[in-house]
């Protein structure tokens, strides 16, 4: 049987607020295996499929099918980026009502990083559902984080415009638990090079600095090898899939062989 709803169509030209009547078929719902499992991976069924099909259309798709008038996925992102980044402040609010909005601040930050959603992307099941061109198909991007990121943002967004905020919380809520937990557990929130500056400048007068010393795969999956240093002498040494996250993780293994080295008081 068709399913039939009536949705606001707030994505339309004519503005938010218009209203359009959609059928969707159990047919057009089921016609793509990867597009099913991923609706029911959302736990949400689409009354307008199309905003589903689009959030996993990426722009390399649409400039090989041009006579198609295929729409790609980057409006859906930029409103899904917003929802994400509400939604995940209002989840770190109501879940830790002891933090103060640095530690807020910096936990949201780190559940909507590109490297956290593309691995929530990646359980989520986006990946065999993209819509990509051949070259960019040929290049990895099924796998590419940026991608992944990118299409989870629209993903939200879609959802956000076919069920609204209800159907988002009931989504990204059970999905960013396990990343806030890793963060709070492992420290990754805290900004560890400034730490270890600071530690550095106030009980040695000498500030530290890092270098990339290796750096490993290919340039859609790259890992990089960092060191902290002490003047020549290596403190720390960290591993992360951008220099950035490399540094912080050198820097907090430089903090934990200060802290070993430290006499008991």
């Given at each position: 049987?068709?399913?039939?709803?009536?949705?606001?169509?707030?994505?339309?030209?004519?503005?938010?607020?218009?209203?359009?009547?959609?059928?969707?078929?159990?047919?057009?719902?089921?016609?793509?295996?990867?597009?099913?499992?991923?609706?029911?991976?959302?736990?949400?069924?689409?009354?307008?499929?199309?905003?589903?099909?689009?959030?996993?259309?990426?722009?390399?798709?649409?400039?090989?099918?041009?006579?198609?008038?295929?729409?790609?996925?980057?409006?859906?992102?930029?409103?899904?980026d917003?929802?994400?980044?509400f939604?995940?402040?209002?989840?770190?609010?109501?879940?830790?009502?002891?933090?103060?909005?640095?530690?807020?601040?910096?936990?949201?930050?780190?559940?909507v990083?590109?490297?956290?959603?593309?691995?929530?992307?990646?359980?989520?099941?986006?990946?065999?559902?993209?819509?990509?061109?051949?070259?960019?198909?040929?290049?990895?991007?099924?796998?590419?984080?940026?991608?992944?990121?990118?299409?989870?943002?629209?993903?939200?967004?879609?959802?956000?415009?076919?069920?609204?905020?209800?159907?988002?919380?009931?989504f990204?809520?059970?999905?960013i638990?396990?990343?806030?937990?890793?963060?709070?557990?492992a420290?990754?929130?805290?900004?560890?090079?400034?730490?270890?500056?600071?530690?550095?400048?106030a009980?040695?007068?000498?500030?530290?600095?890092?270098?990339?010393?290796?750096?490993?795969?290919p340039?859609?999956?790259?890992s990089?090898?960092?060191?902290?240093?002490?003047?020549?002498?290596?403190?720390?040494?960290?591993?992360?899939?951008?220099?950035?996250?490399?540094?912080?993780?050198a820097?907090?293994?430089?903090?934990?062989?200060?802290?070993?080295?430290?006499?008991?008081?």
């Amino acid at each position: 049987m068709p399913k039939r709803g009536r949705v606001l169509d707030k994505d339309s030209p004519e503005g938010a607020g218009s209203e359009l009547l959609v059928v969707t078929t159990r047919a057009e719902g089921t016609a793509d295996p990867n597009l099913a499992l991923l609706q029911d991976a959302l736990g949400h069924q689409f009354c307008d499929f199309d905003l589903l099909r689009r959030a996993v259309t990426h722009p390399s798709f649409v400039n090989e099918h041009p006579q198609d008038r295929v729409r790609h996925n980057q409006r859906l992102e930029f409103l899904g980026d917003a929802v994400l980044d509400f939604v995940a402040g209002e989840w770190v609010f109501r879940r830790f009502p002891r933090f103060d909005e640095g530690p807020m601040t910096r936990l949201r930050a780190a559940l909507v990083r590109t490297e956290a959603l593309a691995q929530i992307a990646q359980v989520v099941g986006i990946g065999p559902a993209l819509r990509l061109g051949r070259g960019e198909e040929a290049s990895g991007g099924r796998t590419r984080a940026a991608n992944l990121c990118d299409a989870f943002e629209a993903l939200v967004g879609a959802l956000y415009l076919d069920g609204g905020l209800p159907a988002v919380r009931r989504f990204v809520g059970p999905l960013i638990a396990p990343v806030a937990q890793a963060t709070l557990s492992a420290e990754s929130d805290v900004d560890c090079k400034s730490r270890l500056q600071e530690r550095c400048q106030a009980e040695m007068g000498v500030t530290p600095r890092y270098r990339i010393v290796a750096e490993h795969g290919p340039d859609h999956q790259k890992s990089f090898v960092a060191e902290a240093l002490l003047n020549s002498a290596v403190l720390g040494r960290g591993v992360g899939h951008s220099k950035q996250a490399a540094e912080q993780a050198a820097a907090r293994a430089a903090s934990h062989s200060l802290a070993n080295e430290a006499p008991a008081s």
